[in-house]
């Protein structure tokens, strides 16, 4: 039989030890999130508004909090459903993006009937404007040293009081472990809030899940979102952007080293979505 009192054999708390546990379990369920998104191939991607994914990396941030975002489009969620590794990196993530047109279309598919596609070039440029508003600062990890300069000049431009608290252009080869340490300690020491992460995919997933726990930072992965912003590589016009159709004005920019990668991949997503509609589809799902 149990006892009427919970806390017998239980040492007591005082009035003021009670208050503050229960102020820290409010604290945490306040902080977690419940994502609400739906699976494309095997990937999990969160239906989310754009105002509500600025603002939560935003909030993490100002916390430092040790978190990683991706974007992902047709390359990154077939490379998901080849690669277990690959896959657990994705799944791994604090949140996933449609970055890609067709994603998008596949999450109002699944009933999220409003999801829009949220771009890795435009959430950097909308985060640094809340950045700038916030006083929050940003680190950016890739590309090369050129591009970096062009870039830091262009946002200060755009975004004149925002706090870039360092750049750097890591090695395109695998670093050693001190590297790896030393990177990580000097974006610590910036004190940045937000780290954009410009590596191409898979190569910045599977950075920042490595990092995670060690950078106390969001990890934002934006792929070309450098280039684009430092005018080093042209991006298709909005009417193609809005029309899912900026898969093809890279090709037709750098067809040589594009070809053979949107042939795979979006002809193994095409088979993949037909072989699930007709044996099964997706579903709803939530994820905390």
Same mark, same amino acid.
């Given at each position: ?83 277990? !590794? ?28 409003? !999801? !829009? ?67 990580? !300690? ?63 004005y890279r090709f037709v920019c750098e067809p040589r080293r594009l070809a ?16 699930r509609s007709v044996f099964g589809r997706n579903h709803k799902h939530q994820?905390?």
């Amino acid at each position: 039989m149990r006892h009427p009192d919970p806390n017998f054999g239980y040492p007591s708390l005082s009035f003021l030890e009670r208050e503050q546990v229960l102020v820290g379990l409010k604290h945490q369920a306040k902080k977690k999130i419940i994502r609400s998104g739906a699976y494309v191939l095997d990937t999990f991607i969160d239906a989310t508004s754009w105002d509500e994914a600025i603002s939560r990396i935003a909030d993490w941030g100002a916390e430092h909090q040790s978190r990683y975002v991706t974007l992902c489009n047709v390359h990154s969620v077939v490379t998901g459903s080849q690669s277990a !590794q690959f896959a657990a990196v994705i799944n791994g993530a604090d949140m996933a993006l449609p970055d890609g047109a067709p994603i998008a279309w596949m999450m109002r598919k699944e009933g999220f009937a409003k !999801q !829009q596609r949220i771009s890795g070039p435009d959430l950097m440029l909308s985060y640094l404007a809340e950045a700038e508003r916030r006083g929050q600062s940003v680190f950016f990890y890739g590309s090369v040293d050129d591009t970096l300069v062009k870039l830091r000049d262009r946002m200060m431009t755009q975004f004149p009081k925002l706090k870039i608290v360092g750049m750097t252009s890591p090695p395109f080869r695998k670093l050693t472990e001190k590297e790896e340490a030393g990177y990580a !300690q000097k974006i610590n020491a910036s004190g940045a809030h937000v780290v954009f992460v410009g590596l191409g995919c898979p190569k910045q997933e599977a950075w920042m899940a490595e990092q995670r726990g060690t950078i106390k930072a969001v990890m934002v992965g934006v792929g070309a979102a450098f280039d684009y912003h430092a005018g080093t590589l042209r991006r298709a016009p909005v009417w193609m952007q809005q029309r899912g159709l900026e898969w093809l004005y890279r090709f037709v920019c750098e067809p040589r080293r594009l070809a053979r990668r949107y042939l795979e991949t979006n002809s193994v997503f095409v088979t993949k979505l037909i072989f699930r509609s007709v044996f099964g589809r997706n579903h709803k799902h939530q994820k905390g």
